[in-house]
């Protein structure tokens, strides 16, 4: 008898493990149905973010932004550039230093006492060297966190893509005379007769609350944050220039050349708020020290 009830059971296990070994086939290698729908989650469900080097600011003092020189070793800052890609579209977020730049070799001086620039290679060359499948013809969207000359460098390369511009940043990028320090207004001249989509306040970019505009005005009159929902990385807020430092964060610290101070703080305060709640990490775009340890293009964050 005992013989008889270890050879059912064996039987039984037998069953079990031929059975499980032939689910496990079947969604390894799957049928063509199967695999297809796989794939397709798959792609349909993942958010991607490419962080690109697109210059570097120098300064000779730190004192424009209610630093002071002796706070801070920190000189030089980071000009980032972001490429989200997201199942319904793709974005570009700021747009680095004007492609001009790169034709200097080394330090560019913008004639202006006490700033240099650099850009070592343009988006335009580093998308073409890197064959990520797409080009500055690519973009669904483009949004900048702000107009100032450091942010919407590539602004008129982009064809085909709809501006996501705050009402204030809009307003100001052809006023005349200029009411916004730091602005280049022919960086943008291609996108005031292009597609665009004047904002008056937060916007969620694909309607699945992973890509969100912040508006945080203050710096100049449309300034925004981008907030993203990402699975691995988790929230991610991109600064823009809400702050230039670690120490403006720390302490409150607002530029000389933010045309509201008041409004500045406010919007510290609001996306401060956002970032506690959603428990989300900030990234301060300028932040070289931060820049150097993340991953650029083609590696990403998903
Ligand atoms: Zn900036």
Sequence with gaps: MKASQLITRGLVLLLLFVSVACDGSDS???????????STQTVDTTLKLYVFECGRLRFDTVENFSIGNDETDVRDLVVP????????????????????????????DNERIGRTAQLDRTLAEQLS??????????FDYMAFSHIHYDHVGVANEVRGARWLVQRGDFDAAFAEPATVPALQPELLANLRDGDYLILDGDHDV????RVQLISAPGHTPGHQVLF?????????????????????????????FNVDPMLSLASMDRVETLVAERNATMWI???????????TAPEFYE
Excluded: K
């Design 206 to 209: 694909f309607g699945d609350g």
């Design 228 to 256: 993203l929902d990402l699975v691995e990385t988790g929230p991610l807020v991109l600064s823009g220039d809400l702050y230039h430092f670690r120490l403006s964060r720390e302490d409150r610290r607002v530029p000389v």
């Design 285 to 295: 775009e300028h932040d070289l020290a931060l820049f150097e340890t993340l991953r």
């Design 81 to 108: 550039c972001y490429i989200i890609d997201h199942p319904a579209g793709r974005m570009i977020w700021d747009g680095g230093l004007p492609s001009y730049v790169a034709d200097t070799e080394g330090w560019h």
């Design 129 to 138: 060297e890197l064959e990520l499948g797409f080009d500055l013809n690519s």
């Design 28 to 38: 390894a290698s799957g049928t063509g149905e199967a695999s297809i729908q796989d």
